[in-house]
């Protein structure tokens, strides 16, 4: 092993244990195994780039496979949104595999354990049964129905199997372990009856398997060889192997599981469950509300694949739960956007500027650098003229001398333009400021090389040319949670903690090379941060996403 490698993680070095006793490189495979009932979140890049990381480090295949058992909650549009995120991050999947492909497979390795005495049918209420399993430290007791005989067990699961029976009369539960220190091995439900069409198999099931008969004995169908999930299914272990010890027959590769640390974001949910009532209750409007901590939500929020994956590589896979803070999450987004968006100027909150000495109807078109972090991205023209927006915030008639932006008889450079000079101001009844009178220096224009536009003066402003700005719509998102962890307070729900102010939507003028954006581009509005391309843009307007404010904008600029 050479020197610069980077250390193991605890899952690599169990394959990496693994491939020095008992599997060959040949045989490893992955899986990435979503519910379609929703759409992938933040939490799902994690488990995402560890299984098709691991694909591309073993050069081994990574399927994609729906874990879908439950018609009530999942539908064909999650499907294809899952699909559509998974390879916007950047990855491809061995095979598209679905659990429902394996209904026929596992209905008859059911009929195996009925005849074996391994399963029964069990006509009891969910509460009845629930009540015989006991608790952690007391045994579970024997139901009326547990020792019934092969033949009626097999024409009972017929009758549910048919629709014959109706939906919720009866159930089918593994005959394992009553007194098992393990909840999950007291005769677990294999089989309920759901009357409901599903989105792929249509009305053909009446009887759907649960999550742990279906997902281990998937793994083997598809001859996963490691099948790692989140630290809650630990306990499920031991369930997935003994469905296992029941059908491997030692000619094929047995599937282990093996469990990581599930990761949570602060100020936000990682949880399809939970994230499915933002959207019902109207909190946010859809899934790929810029709110939202799905992948879609980002996307359109303006994170980048790589802002996704780095992140999700740099937290790296643990062996405990824990809450990553959502400022790690904006620094890799800033990081990568510092490197790839081109540069502009922008004004969300405007005052008007008149350069008194400025000829009336010049406009002139100057040079400006589009990536000074990136020296293939060239530069552009912008306008400028004798009327010009600033922020009004960049502007105070008097201010102490850490005021490094506009002031009274002061100077400031406009960025890429000239050194201006605030001479004078008007204001309305009120005692805001309606306009600002400057003189600008004709000789200071930036880049011209001569002596007046090499001056060093300590504030730069961004500015727009008010005859050839571009309104914009820009919406202005924040965490979406007061509370760093929402849910988890014993004595209030996730929905009392709601930011309200979440999303401003103001106004804006931008710089004419806004109009050459395309929906999903991504730019730095200069001193304001990152802003994306909203899919709802059309040719009248312009929508903006902030993705991220900028942190330190002040000094790079000063420069
Ligand atoms: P639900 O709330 O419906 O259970 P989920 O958000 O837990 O949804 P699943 O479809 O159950 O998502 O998960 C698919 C895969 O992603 C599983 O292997 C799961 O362990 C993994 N996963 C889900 N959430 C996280 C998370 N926060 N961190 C790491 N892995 C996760
Ligand atoms: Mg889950």
């Known amino acids: ?113 009925i005849n074996q005495g391994k399963a029964y049918v069990d006509s009891q209420s969910s509460e009845d049964i629930a009540s015989q399993k006991g608790t952690p430290t007391q045994p579970g007791v024997a139901g009326p129905y547990r020792d019934r005989p092969v033949e009626e067990n097999l024409a009972l699961f017929e009758q549910m199997k048919t629709g014959e029976a109706p939906q919720g009369a009866h159930v089918l539960r593994a005959k394992i372990d009553l007194q098992s220190t393990n909840m999950l091995m007291r005769d677990p439900v294999i089989y309920r009856t759901l009357h409901k069409s599903h989105h792929r198999t249509g009305t053909d099931w009446k009887i759907f398997p649960m999550y742990d008969w279906t997902h281990g004995e998937s793994d083997y169908i598809e001859q996963i060889s490691h099948s790692f999930c989140t630290l809650e299914f630990l306990p499920h272990r031991e369930l997935y192997d003994w469905f296992l010890d029941q059908l491997v027959d030692g000619s094929k590769l047995r599937p282990k599981q093996r469990e990581f640390a599930r990761r949570n974001l602060s100020h936000t949910l990682v949880s399809k469950r939970k994230l499915a009532r933002l ?40 062996k405990r739960d824990n809450l990553i803070d959502v400022s790690r999450l904006e620094f890799s987004v800033r990081e990568d956007l510092n490197k790839k968006a081109n540069r502009v100027m922008a004004v969300l909150d405007p005052v008007k500027v008149t350069i008194t000495n400025y000829p009336e109807d010049q406009t002139e078109w100057l040079e400006a650098e589009n990536n000074q972090e990136d020296i293939d991205a060239g530069s552009r023209k912008v306008p400028f003229s004798k009327t010009l927006y600033i922020e009004r915030e960049d502007f105070r008639e008097e201010a102490n001398k850490k005021f490094f932006r506009l002031k009274l008889g002061k100077e400031v450079r406009l960025k890429n333009a000239y050194i201006i000079k605030a001479e004078s101001c008007d204001k309305d009844y009120e005692g805001n400021i309606t306009e600002i009178h400057c003189t600008y220096d004709p000789k200071s224009k930036s880049g011209s090389g001569t002596q007046e536009s090499l001056r060093k003066v300590k504030g730069t402003l961004h500015w727009v040319a008010v005859d050839k700005a571009i309104k914009v719509e820009v919406r202005l998102y924040d965490r979406l949670f007061t509370d760093p962890s929402p849910d988890t307070h014993k004595d209030k729900g996730f929905m009392e903690f709601i930011n309200p102010d979440s999303l401003k939507v103001i106004t804006g003028y931008g710089e004419q090379s806004l109009k050459d954006l395309k929906i999903e581009d991504t730019v730095q509005f200069q001193r304001l941060g990152y802003f994306t391309v909203d899919p709802e843009t059309t040719q009248e307007k312009m929508v903006f996403n902030r993705t991220v404010g900028l942190r330190d904008s002040w000094a790079k600029l000063a420069e």
């Open 1 to 113: 092993m050479s020197e610069e490698k980077e250390p193991l993680n605890f899952i690599e070095q169990i394959i990496e244990e693994d491939l020095k006793t008992t599997h060959s490189k040949q045989a490893l495979c992955f899986r990435f195994p979503p519910e379609p009932n929703g759409y992938l979140h933040i939490g799902h890049a994690s488990s995402i780039c560890l299984n098709f990381g691991l694909g591309l480090k073993y050069n081994a295949p990574v399927n994609l496979r729906f874990d879908d058992t439950n018609p009530a909650k999942e539908e064909q549009r999650f499907v294809d949104a899952i699909k559509k995120d998974v390879q916007w991050l950047g990855y491809s999947w061995a095979k598209e595999c679905y659990a429902s492909d394996y209904f026929e497979q596992l209905y008859s390795w059911a009929l195996l354990l």
């Open 279 to 318: 959207v019902q209750e109207g909190v946010v409007d859809s899934w790929d509300d810029p709110r939202m901590p799905t992948i879609s939500g980002l996307r359109r929020r303006g994170y980048t694949p790589d802002a996704i994956k780095n992140f999700a590589k740099g937290i790296g896979v643990g």
